[in-house]
């Protein structure tokens, strides 16, 4: 796991490494032609357009808006994981027919009871951060409190908070990877991943 100790600006350029390695990764690559696929693959991509979108927004010191996309990466991430895995193909239909899919805990359950994925680490991952991404994204009381001083209204997030978020968000595009690993089925893109992964952030 990514290290939470660092100055934020070495942080921050690890983030911005990532960002391109990931990009770079994925640039090119082919995939089946067919529904499920493309639906998976297309909500793994914006889950990765979050990650990217977080990283420039907080270069420009836009955090709010930054932890306001950590809720929408991981949900396109895991609703990206439970068409590729478990989504029946009337599921499938009625989604792209522009219905919801199931909740997320339902969502999270039927994709840990899959081969590819580790029963409870999504569970733990929304068990976390769930109530505070769900503020952050609509307006609660983290924004607020982020944003007041006792004399002043202005961005007032700490730097902890912020390596936290993009090694959150950092961690679910190593997810992402790996679920498009099996997605095109090369086990050695989901190792380069990984390795790349390590190589920023595990290894400085």
């Known amino acids: 796991m990514p290290q939470n100790n660092m100055n934020l600006d070495n942080v921050i350029n690890q983030s911005e490494k990532w960002v391109n390695t990931s990009g770079d990764l994925v640039d090119g690559i082919q995939i089946s032609t067919d529904k499920r696929t493309r639906v998976a693959a297309a909500l793994f991509h914006l889950s990765m357009e979050h990650h990217g979108s977080i990283h420039v927004l907080i270069t420009k010191k836009h955090y709010g808006s930054a932890?306001?996309?950590?809720?929408?990466?991981?949900?396109?991430?895991?609703?990206?994981?439970?068409?590729?895995?478990?989504?029946?193909?009337?599921h499938l239909i009625e989604y792209m027919n522009n219905s919801e899919p199931p909740k997320i805990n339902k969502l999270i359950s039927e994709i840990e009871a899959t081969p590819n994925y580790v029963e409870n680490t999504l569970k733990e991952m929304k068990k976390n951060a769930w109530s505070s991404l769900c503020g952050y994204t609509h307006g609660g009381f983290s924004q607020v409190i982020n944003r007041t001083t006792a004399t002043e209204v202005?961005?007032?997030?700490?730097?902890?908070?912020?390596?936290?978020?993009?090694?959150?968000?950092?961690?679910?595009?190593?997810?992402?990877?790996?679920?498009?690993?099996?997605?095109?089925?090369?086990?050695?893109?989901?190792?380069?991943?990984?390795?790349?992964?390590?190589e920023i952030f595990c290894e400085n």
């Open 154 to 198: 202005s961005n007032d997030y700490s730097s902890e908070n912020i390596v936290n978020l993009i090694n959150q968000s950092s961690s679910i595009t190593l997810l992402t990877l790996a679920a498009i690993a099996a997605l095109i089925d090369n086990e050695q893109f989901a190792n380069n991943a990984i390795l790349e992964y390590d």
């Open 67 to 90: 932890f306001a996309l950590l809720r929408p990466q991981f949900e396109a991430f895991v609703r990206g994981a439970w068409f590729q895995n478990c989504a029946s193909d009337e």
